[in-house]
């Protein structure tokens, strides 16, 4: 639900001689035609200036703007893009007295039309537009957010979120990405703030009344979504980047929480010069911190002014895990790709929003990989792959590329599939071309497209050239369908050393039965090998494909887990890949046991195997591998919530496995430990603590009391876990003392947190009272909708219930760009029938039939979970009273030791 105010602009049409173009059409009409647009294309803008005054108290700005344009053809009028801007008076100017305008506004559309009373000859104008707009306290257009200082004094800096659609907030403007323009920005704001834009200033004056003028360079040719400017009482500290000025920028007295973010931007810029193959080409590179946090976003690429909520941009000791603290280099790596992708070339139209977001998150993974190989980002990227194929299996899902008409479907685009299958289609079609042959395509993409527009098909035929070919088809497959490929494992005979075996190609679904839907079909590209043996690279045509591959033995698809499919065995077969596990790579393990989750779950294959495959994991795998398999006992833990005979004996499973692994990397962090030994204490501990584990309820206890009275009692890294346990577990006693600490936070990313906590009790009456607290000014405008996001994850029907009778105020937590996504985001943990019908009528009453798909996929979720719990629970209630000692016994090597690194 969008609310736009009535423009109510009418400047007198005065007499003039009629205006003409200062020249006839001195800039050629770049603009696509063929690209979906809402606005009339008698236009293009090519360079914008403009002048904003921030009333920050107020939550008010005054601007002008000056656009120089070409009129391509005859016109009357002029439509911009503006949305809850108030436009007091606008002319067209050229050659000859300037034009005056009366302004209409369209709030659906977030148009404004500009009438000039008379036709305008095809030529160069300038319109110049005097209005004033709203600062916002969601990060739309823009935006205050407020913090404490570390003096512990009351702040507010104010920020810009443009993307997709909200430069339109900012300036009257054609806010699509494929009208790009230079742009200038001069803002007015209090001399003792700091001023941030893509560009360096250019000039700084004071002026009267306590405030200064600064004007910022004239940026490259981007897209308006890409302008940004911030002020407050903002720090910045830099490092050079060969000729790049890197800078990060922060609330005034946090400069030591940026040096991690600032070592980070500093190291990947030269890699990523080198790969893309055309240096970054503005002067400097910022990285501008924001207190508080999104529904819908973390970090965002405006151009050379990169803005990154703090908690996951700052490194503060008191509060950052490793896993935040790995992190901020993953987010720092996605924006920066952006700079090239998305930034120097852009999607023409929402509908290739993917190449922006598949691309910059594949990027981020190789940029991982090169600089800390001992992260394990091939791990998460496989984690990544399994989020999109469990949104990717519904039939609710989307086509990577998909056709985008609405802002509203624009802010929904914003989605699993659009990032990490975009990331692992990517991941598959490099493995396809080679990295050497992507690269070279990559390479001339960018350089043939820079400061331009491009559809998906433009990186494609790139790449073909670069000498990919037949990557075309594979990428159209797997781009312009939607769902899963499955591929079903045949017999396998072996002769002379070699393995020969037919793989059936079908689709996977979640929520189709086999047989009641045709499947789609796929150009596949399959890794296959016999275990040990060298893979064969082979393309599927056609439902039936012949594979031969060296060596004999158990066949291993999706070898090194590149591809965006899942195998299915014949029950022999998986038997036999689980007996021979320990001799498949750990990546390829993690692949295996995530996809017999899935098909077990999806009754592909009963349970049972799939918990073999989970209980076959080695205890001396690398700590991701044993983190996966903690994560499976921990799901089917809760799955028999309400058992208490099942639930008791996957506890004992989860302490006979976990517990030693535990007292053997220690409770706290050890100098020089394995990375991702590091990442997986917590993990241990919540689960534990979960279940309940004597040792580890008793220290959370302990560490409980011990920070009443000394802050440091646990390490930063660790608070929250140990918080968490005691607040999940928390009566109303204690559920006091931590709303008193959430109060006293000194940070603003501490405070979040904290208040997060008081929603993730599981006792009801204490839910209910940290959603009632989420309504009150207390927690501030910002953190509130994370704590009904946290009592929605123990309590999804209580958070529903009550967002839905709060809307009116709920609605005021979440940004614009996040409502549609909101109460769906709440409601899919349910397990309660009642729900859907909820959700349903909320939709109908609510939202337009095109833009509720994310609450059509809540229903979805909540609709598969209903109709697959008892199956999953019987074949999972067998397989335990076949295990009744737990999982078969696993072999005792010890974990990986705190100090070996690799
Ligand atoms: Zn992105």
């Known amino acids: 639900m969008r609310q736009l105010f009535v423009l109510l602009a009418s400047a007198a049409v005065v007499c003039a001689a009629p205006v003409a173009p200062v020249a006839a059409a001195p800039h050629a009409d770049t603009v696509d035609l063929n690209v979906p647009t809402q606005l009339p294309r008698n236009a293009v803008p090519h360079h914008y200036a403009i002048t904003i005054t921030p009333h920050a108290e107020a939550l008010g700005f005054d601007g002008t703007v000056a656009i120089d344009l070409d009129v391509t053809k005859p016109t009357r009028t002029l439509t911009l893009n503006a949305a809850n801007l108030t436009i007091a008076r606008a002319s067209l100017g050229g050659r000859g007295a300037p034009l005056p305008a009366t302004v209409s506004n369209d709030e659906n559309g977030q148009t404004a039309t500009f009438d000039f009373g008379r036709t305008v000859a095809p030529g160069a104008y300038r319109l110049t537009i005097d209005y004033s707009g709203k600062i916002n306290t969601q990060a739309n257009g823009l935006f205050a957010l407020d913090y404490k200082n570390p003096a512990g004094a009351q702040k507010r800096a104010i920020f810009t979120q443009f993307e997709p659609a909200d430069a339109r907030r900012f300036i009257p403007s054609w806010d699509e990405p494929d009208y790009k323009a230079t742009f200038d920005l001069t803002?007015?704001?209090?001399?003792?703030?700091?001023?941030?834009?893509?560009?360096?200033?250019?000039?700084?004056?004071?002026?009267a009344g306590g405030l200064k003028e600064v004007k910022f360079q004239t940026t490259p040719t981007m897209s308006s979504y890409l302008l940004f400017?911030?002020?407050?009482?903002?720090?910045?500290?830099?490092?050079?980047?060969?000729?790049?000025?890197?800078?990060?920028?922060?609330?005034?007295?946090?400069?030591?929480k940026a040096r991690t973010a600032l070592d980070a931007e500093a190291e990947i810029l030269p890699y990523y010069n080198q790969y893309f193959g055309t240096p970054y080409p503005l002067p400097k590179l910022d990285n501008v911190a924001g207190p508080g946090q999104s529904q819908f976003f973390s970090a965002m690429e405006n151009w050379g002014s990169i803005f990154t909520f703090e908690r996951v941009l700052l490194d503060d000791p008191a509060v950052t895990t490793d896993r935040e603290r790995q992190a901020i280099f993953g987010v720092e790596a996605h924006e920066m790709a952006h700079q090239w992708f998305g930034d120097l070339v852009t999607m023409a139209w929402w509908d290739d929003l993917w190449l922006n977001e598949g691309f910059a998150s594949w990027m981020a993974t190789k940029a991982t990989k090169h600089f800390h190989p001992d992260w394990g980002a091939e791990f998460g990227a496989v984690g990544a792959r399994e989020g999109a194929m469990g949104q990717d299996s519904?039939?609710?899902?989307?086509?990577?590329?998909?056709?985008?008409?609405t802002v509203e479907q624009a802010n929904q685009a914003f989605d699993g599939i659009t990032y990490s299958k975009g990331e692992s289609v990517i991941s598959m079609l490099e493995g396809y071309a080679s990295p050497a042959t992507w690269q070279r395509g990559i390479q001339a993409y960018i350089r043939a497209h820079q400061y331009q527009n491009t559809r998906t098909d433009d990186l494609w035929r790139a790449v073909e050239a670069a000498g990919a070919k037949g990557l075309t088809q594979i990428a159209h497959d797997f781009t312009l369908q939607p769902g899963v490929p499955l591929i079903r494992v045949g017999a396998v005979t072996c002769a002379a050393g070699q393995s020969h075996v037919t793989l059936t190609q079908d689709e996977f679904s979640a929520d189709r039965k086999p047989g009641s839907f045709t499947p789609l079909s796929w150009h596949v590209p399959l890794r296959v090998a016999a275990i040990g043996g060298r893979p064969v690279t082979v393309v599927t045509s056609g439902r039936e494909t012949q594979v031969t591959v060296p060596g004999c033995g158990p066949i291993l698809v999706n070898a090194g887990q590149t591809g965006y499919y899942r195998s299915l065995y014949p029950a022999a077969a998986a038997e036999q890949l689980r007996a021979s596990f320990s001799r498949v790579d750990p990546v390829d393990q993690y692949g295996l046991v995530l996809d017999q989750q899935a098909l077990s779950r999806a009754g592909y294959q009963p349970m049972g195997i799939a918990l073999d495959f989970t209980a076959a994991i080695p205890a001396s795998s690398p700590p991701e591998l044993s983190a996966l398999g903690l994560g499976v006992w921990t799901g089917l833990y809760e799955t028999f919530d309400g058992d208490k005979a099942a639930q008791a004996q996957i506890a004992a499973i989860i302490e006979q496995r976990y517990a030693p692994m535990l007292a053997q990397i220690g409770l706290t962090p050890k100098a020089g430990e394995n990375p991702t030994v590091g990442t997986f204490r917590p993990q241990l501990i919540a689960a534990l603590g979960n279940v309940g584990d004597p040792q580890v309820t008793a220290e959370a206890r302990r560490l409980f009391a011990?920070?009443?009275?000394?802050?440091?009692?646990?390490?930063?890294?660790?608070?929250?876990?140990?918080?968490?346990?005691?607040?999940?577990?928390?009566?109303?006693a204690t559920w006091d003392q931590l709303h008193a600490m959430a109060r006293n936070a000194s940070s603003a990313t501490e405070r979040q947190n904290l208040y997060s906590l008081l929603g993730s009790a599981e006792d009801e009456a204490l839910a209910k009272r940290a959603l009632d607290l989420s309504l009150t000014d207390e927690p501030g405008k910002t953190v509130s909708a994370g704590i009904i996001g946290a009592v929605a994850r123990q309590h999804p029907d209580l958070a529903l219930d009550f967002v839905l009778a709060h809307w009116p105020q709920v609605q005021n937590f979440v940004d614009l760009s996040a409502q549609s996504r909101f109460i769906g985001r709440i409601a899919s943990g349910s397990h309660n029938a009642a729900t859907i019908a909820k959700l349903d009528a909320y939709a109908n009453a609510n939202i337009a039939p095109t833009a509720r798909k994310p609450v059509d996929q809540a229903i979805n979720v909540i609709k598969v979970r209903l109709a697959s719990e008892a199956r999953i629970k019987s074949e999972a209630g067998e397989w335990l009273r076949a295990h009744p000692a737990g999982a078969p016994a696993a072999p005792a090597a010890p974990a990986p030791s705190p100090t070996e690194r690799g």
Do not use: C, Y
């Not at 941030?196 to 004056?205: E, F, I, L, T, W």
């Not at 911030?230 to 980047?241: H, N, Q």
């Not at 519904?394 to 008409?405: A, C, G, K, N, S």
């Open 187 to 207: 803002a007015r704001v209090p001399a003792d703030q700091m001023a941030v834009g893509n560009m360096p200033v250019a000039s700084s004056r004071p002026l």
């Open 394 to 405: 519904l039939f609710t899902t989307h086509p990577i590329v998909q056709h985008i008409r």
């Open 706 to 732: 011990a920070l009443q009275t000394n802050p440091n009692a646990v390490p930063g890294g660790l608070k929250r876990t140990w918080l968490g346990i005691v607040a999940a577990k928390a009566d109303a």
């Open 229 to 256: 400017f911030g002020s407050g009482e903002f720090g910045r500290i830099t490092k050079m980047a060969g000729k790049t000025e890197t800078g990060i920028v922060m609330g005034r007295g946090n400069e030591a």
